[in-house]
């Protein structure tokens, strides 16, 4: 819902205000300030963990994945992320045999790889999960109800709509209404993360970034995607999305070697933040760790 | 019985039905341009014939076509871009060779020639190429490249009159690369001309002006959607655009030794006057808030003229239709001299 009178623009970011601008322009809905915590003390308290791990071999000349490096990669990832020793005990740390558990991968612009989504299977299941409990949930038609967890795997990327469309946006579908989270709707994406359907059911969040795509699109140009070999994981949306953010802008300042800021400004990531409570988007408040190969790390 | 008939026919009955012939022969010949969707005089998709096999690579099937009621099937939120521009139809052809490679062709039936410069303007970058040597540019544009394709990475975007043409393979190689462009040109073949938007000429560089424009950095469009991916104004539409105005995105660089500025101009045709005046005030109340009123009563007499904000000078120009805002200026003396630049009349 949107106030009228109060409109978000360029002056906002210049000025900084553009979170104070959008506490005033949208309304919130009553299932919606049922949902939200209430205030900023409700909110994880402490540093949200970004991890990062990459690999200069993941691919080859070729742009093919290396399977077995990608599943070194995500080991890596689960036990840096979780703080176990070993990928099963990581795994169940976050979920567990009983759970029916939901990957939601990117399809379009820049889809999530295949072979991600494969070695995430093949290790869950080796960690003690049924297969059959382990299936793909990304789209409209899917039915959550019956989903306990879901594991996010957005391709990281941006968008021509909503500046960034990687984590907080992958659940757009989920909406029924895509369109309504266009224009200076984009704002709005966090409130997907409260349906009821879908709250509270995201255990982990892994950001494909091995061949990210820094123009924002709308259509696939092969000239704006890179290798930067990596997996980025964190639990808090938000965080991953501003990280995101930061590596993207850095790599599109680098192409055109000044600054070639993203427009629309992803309003999105500030929103979940200080309207939806999802997750921190202040870098001082986001610990950064790394793993693996350090050329052009870009953060 | 047919020899004895003809032979009972009469020189005007001769005439009548040569006349019913040459009416016949007439609908006949126009009738698949009176069936095609779209304006008169434009080029159809479907009337563009692709071979079935090109150097192996072979058509998947006949093309998908694509409208206004199915876009967001095909590209999700992407086809925002598409109905941001006066958007027909698409046709998309898959050619398959290599069991992990693809070559995708996407031909997009704009209404006009203007609004595939559009698409295509969105985005200057590539190597320039020529898919038909027979098109000379009628006149070459201060404002703007006049080039009608872009190739990079394996993807070919091009202008063919009021198409607009997106090649892509999956992997690219030597090979690959003649194939798109092999394609390209064929569509190109019916190409006409190589003409820009009208607007492009209110534009009159000065020779002895600091304020140069980068050709490449130039846009053409409609829609606040596409206004805010090139220079963000506000999410909301302030402006009023929509199919009935025009909008032309112009950056200006200034080089000073080793320091180089630069002013991003924003114009805008409107249907009428007072469809320009209210975008200005809309302007001015969301963009402005604190100067509205005083620049409400001013700008009845006043049409033009600058005021301090956060990243610089901003000036601005109404005349007849035109609406011209110009940004990031550093001092006001800038802003000046590039809506002197102007000719909105």
Redesign the interface.
């Known amino acids: 819902m949107k106030s009228k009178n109060i409109?978000?623009?360029?002056?906002d970011?210049?000025?900084g205000t553009v979170g104070t601008t959008m506490g005033l322009a949208f309304l919130t809905p009553s299932w919606l300030s049922a949902s939200i915590p209430g205030g900023p003390q409700a909110k994880a308290s402490g540093k949200s963990l970004v991890l990062i791990v990459r690999d200069e071999s993941v691919l080859d000349s070729?742009s093919l994945v290396n399977k077995q490096v990608l599943s070194a990669m995500l080991e890596q990832t689960l036990t840096g992320l979780t703080g176990e020793k070993e990928m099963n005990r990581a795994w169940l740390s976050l979920v567990s045999p009983e759970d029916v558990i939901g990957l939601v991968p990117t399809t379009?612009?820049n889809p999530t790889h295949n072979e991600l989504i494969e070695v995430i299977t093949e290790s869950l299941v080796a960690a003690g999960i049924p297969q059959e409990n382990i299936r793909n949930a990304q789209g409209r038609l899917v039915n959550l109800e019956s989903i306990t967890a879901l594991i996010s795997l957005p391709g990281l990327k941006a968008?021509?709509?909503t500046g960034i469309g990687t984590v907080i946006k992958n659940y757009v579908l989920y909406s029924g209404a895509?369109?309504n989270y266009?224009?200076?709707d984009?704002?709005k994406l966090g409130e997907i993360w409260h349906l009821p359907q879908v709250k509270g059911k995201t255990r982990l969040i892994i950001v494909d970034a091995l061949r990210p795509v820094c123009?924002?699109?709308?259509?696939?140009?092969?000239?704006y995607r890179w290798p930067y070999k990596g997996l980025m994981a964190s639990t808090d949306p938000v965080a991953l999305d501003a990280i995101g953010l930061k590596i993207i802008q850095a790599k599109r300042d680098k192409l055109r070697g000044e600054p070639w800021p993203l427009?629309?400004?992803p309003?999105c990531i500030e929103a979940a933040d200080k309207i939806y409570k999802l997750g921190h988007s202040n870098l001082d408040n986001i610990e950064i760790k790394t793993i693996g190969w350090t050329q052009e790390l870009l953060i | 019985m047919k020899k004895l008939i003809l032979y009972q026919l009469q020189p005007k009955d001769y005439m009548r039905l040569l006349r019913v012939f040459m009416i016949f022969l007439l609908g006949f010949l126009f009738l698949p341009l009176s069936c095609a969707k779209g304006d008169p005089g434009m080029l159809q998709a479907e009337n563009i014939h692709l071979p079935d096999k090109i150097d192996g690579w072979e058509v998947a099937g006949p093309p998908q076509r694509i409208d206004h009621t199915n876009i967001f099937d095909y590209m999700n939120g992407g086809g925002e871009l598409y109905l941001a521009y006066r958007f027909d139809q698409l046709l998309v052809y898959r050619y398959k060779k290599e069991p992990d490679n693809e070559i995708l062709v996407e031909i997009y039936q704009m209404k006009s020639p203007g609004e595939a410069f559009g698409l295509l303007s969105l985005d200057w970058t590539g190597e320039p190429v020529i898919l038909n040597s027979d098109i000379s540019v009628q006149a070459e544009s201060p404002v703007a490249p006049s080039f009608m394709a872009l190739y990079g990475e394996g993807l070919l975007r091009a202008r063919v009159d009021n198409l607009y043409l997106r090649i892509l393979a999956l992997r690219e190689s030597p090979e690959v690369r003649e194939v798109i462009l092999s394609l390209g040109k064929i569509i190109a073949g019916k190409m006409s001309s190589l003409i820009f938007p009208e607007i492009l000429k209110v534009i009159n560089p000065e020779a002895e002006s600091p304020w140069k424009i980068r050709q490449d950095r130039t846009a053409y469009f409609h829609s606040h959607l596409v206004l805010n991916s090139l220079f963000y104004l506000s999410h909301e539409n302030l402006l009023n655009l929509s199919h009935n105005t025009e909008g032309l995105f112009v950056n200006f660089e200034k080089k000073n030794h080793n320091l180089k500025q630069s002013a991003r101009l924003l114009i805008f045709k409107y249907p009428e006057p007072q469809a320009a005046e209210a975008a200005f005030k809309s302007f001015c109340q969301a963009y402005l808030p604190e100067k509205a009123e005083i620049i409400a009563k001013d700008s009845s007499q006043k049409k033009t003229d600058t005021v301090q904000v956060e990243d610089g000078w901003l000036g601005w120009r109404l005349s007849d239709n035109y609406l011209a805002l110009v940004f990031e200026c550093p001092q006001p003396e800038a802003a000046q001299d590039i809506l002197n630049q102007l000719d909105l009349s």
């Open positions: 409109s978000i623009t360029r002056r970011f210049l000025r070729g379009l612009m968008h021509w709509l895509p369109r266009h224009y200076e984009s704002a123009d924002k699109g709308p259509q696939f140009d092969p000239r427009s629309p400004p309003i």
